[in-house]
């Protein structure tokens, strides 16, 4: 029976992990979610608790810095409250993974087994998780990610177990990615689809997602909203056009590239863990430099979340 599950023994005497409650977790969407599905992610959930506390034991990570914004009614007011608190200003975001983890959040993502599991976060003894779908197109899970984060400031007591908070997390994702005085100073008015197609590329966002971000804001009408989504389903699809690279982990490309300097592998992690290394694949799929076996590539961009405890 062990053999079957594809556990080493020794997963089976360590202490129970903690388990994650579903009303604790706030999922992207529930539609077309089984479940099976919503299980499978939980569970993924509970080792993911396992490997950050191994991180934590073996590196010195950095603080969560998430306000607590629950009272906040606006959530585009929060969103700029957040921008203001972490300095950002009205400027687009470059590598928002990175920033996350600068600020505390532990991002993993999701395998293809729970491919109908977007993302979902949820606080653990005051450090907040993330986990995203990365088989989703790489603008999608960036706002995945902020719409987690909305999650995680907004409802972060008791988690978000009201139709309106999904909502509450769209805006302050879109208002997060979209800065208001940036979409009105660079797109005033919108006559045609390829504007919007063109100008998506500066807030690294998907032209479905700055089509609502300029229909929240008065900058297109009903009409052309309802428009430019026919026209982008009969043009292109569920495929992006122009679709921008997908972001990568800092912490984890650093973590990988400390363990390639002590000549070790991936499988090290597994092996401390007593988990098989599948299951820690499938909790860094999509964010960590590609390949287990080359160095990767470090960061080039913003500040280190991550230093070695010695």
Request: charged share 25%; net charge negative; proline share 5%.
């Amino acid at each position: 029976m062990i053999a079957a599950l594809g556990f080493p023994p020794g997963f089976y005497q360590l202490d129970d992990p903690d388990e994650i409650e579903t009303q604790s977790a706030s999922f992207r969407s529930l539609s077309g979610m089984t479940a099976k599905e919503r299980d499978a992610a939980l569970a993924a959930g509970s080792i993911a608790f396992e490997i950050a506390d191994w991180l934590n034991a073996a590196y010195s990570l950095d603080e969560p810095d998430l306000l607590d914004l629950e009272h906040e009614r606006d959530p585009a007011v929060a969103a700029r409250t957040v921008r203001q608190h972490w300095g950002l200003g009205e400027k687009p975001i470059g590598n928002l993974i990175k920033i996350l983890e600068a600020k505390g959040v532990r991002i993993f993502s999701l395998s293809e087994t729970t491919k109908n599991v977007d993302a979902f976060s949820l606080w653990r003894n005051d450090e907040p998780f993330i986990f995203l779908n990365t088989f989703k197109s790489a603008e999608r899970s960036r706002f995945d990610a902020a719409h987690e984060l909305g999650h995680l400031i907004l409802h972060k007591h008791g988690g978000p177990q009201y139709r309106s908070a999904e909502m509450e997390a769209n805006l302050f994702a879109s208002s997060f990615l979209m800065p208001e005085t940036d979409v009105k100073t660079r797109l005033p008015y919108v006559t045609s689809l390829n504007k919007i197609i063109q100008e998506k590329q500066r807030w690294r966002v998907s032209a479905a997602a700055l089509c609502y971000r300029l229909h929240k804001l008065g900058i297109i009408s009903d009409w052309q909203n309802r428009t430019f989504n026919i026209q982008l389903n009969q043009r292109f699809g569920k495929q992006e056009p122009h679709g921008i690279l997908r972001e990568k982990s800092g912490i984890w490309r650093m973590v990988f590239d400390d363990l390639w300097q002590q000549r070790k592998s991936r499988a090290s992690i597994a092996q401390d863990l007593s988990i098989p290394e599948s299951e820690l694949e499938n909790l860094v799929f999509g964010l960590a430099a590609e390949g287990s076996s080359s160095r990767p590539e470090l960061p080039a961009e913003g500040p280190s979340p991550l230093r070695l405890v010695k």
